[in-house]
């Protein structure tokens, strides 16, 4: 019976990624697909009103980052695919973040399971656990079927630049952040 259930899972997930790709297969045609504003549920300034608590339980707000490059992955610590990603946006983040980069992890997850995650996987980005609101949030952002991973970044000002449901590969965020850090 748990081989049943494990195989149905798999099929499962295989089914819905491919349902993604079909649904969206600009992402895989393009190193950066376009992603224009109109694709999206909201304005840069309400982007920029967005809050979220961290892991502390303060209040950020998106808006501290405007002027920056800022990729906001949302993810959740059951996600395999998001936790295999998460050490490369660190990298990211160290390489870059002196040049304008910013990082946020947006987690689809309880506070006590992303605080119980970082205690063995720290990411040097910060990190806003909201089980409520991360998935409609990310669907307003583009993210049409919540899946995870769900990486979005806009240029400083609030233009959509790039959009991707799924892995995203090192040299492909690579590229993509050192054409867009702020000048």
């Known amino acids: 019976m748990p081989k049943l259930i494990l195989a149905f899972g798999a099929a499962s997930l295989i089914t819905m990624a491919a349902v993604a790709l079909w649904l969206d297969p600009a992402a895989e045609k393009s190193d950066f697909p376009d992603r224009s504003a109109e694709k999206i549920d909201l304005t840069a300034g309400t982007i920029y009103s967005t809050r979220f608590a961290d892991v502390d339980g303060n209040e950020q707000i998106l808006g ?27 990298k990211m983040q160290g390489k870059y973040g002196k040049d304008g980069l910013q990082i946020v992890g947006i987690a689809v997850d309880s506070r006590e399971n992303v605080v119980k995650f970082i205690q063995n996987s720290p990411v040097g980005y910060p990190l806003l656990p ?54």
Do not use: Y
């Open 64 to 90: 501290q980052w405007q002027h920056r490059l800022l990729v906001i992955n949302f993810w959740a610590t059951w996600c395999t695919p998001c936790k295999e990603e998460m050490p490369m946006f660190a």
């Open 130 to 183: 909201d089980e409520a609101r991360a998935i409609e949030f990310s669907k307003r952002l583009g993210n049409r079927l919540g899946l995870l991973p769900f990486t979005v970044a806009f240029r400083p000002g609030g233009e959509l630049i790039f959009s991707r449901m799924g892995l995203i590969k090192e040299q492909e965020m690579d590229k993509l952040v050192a054409k867009n850090l702020p000048k």
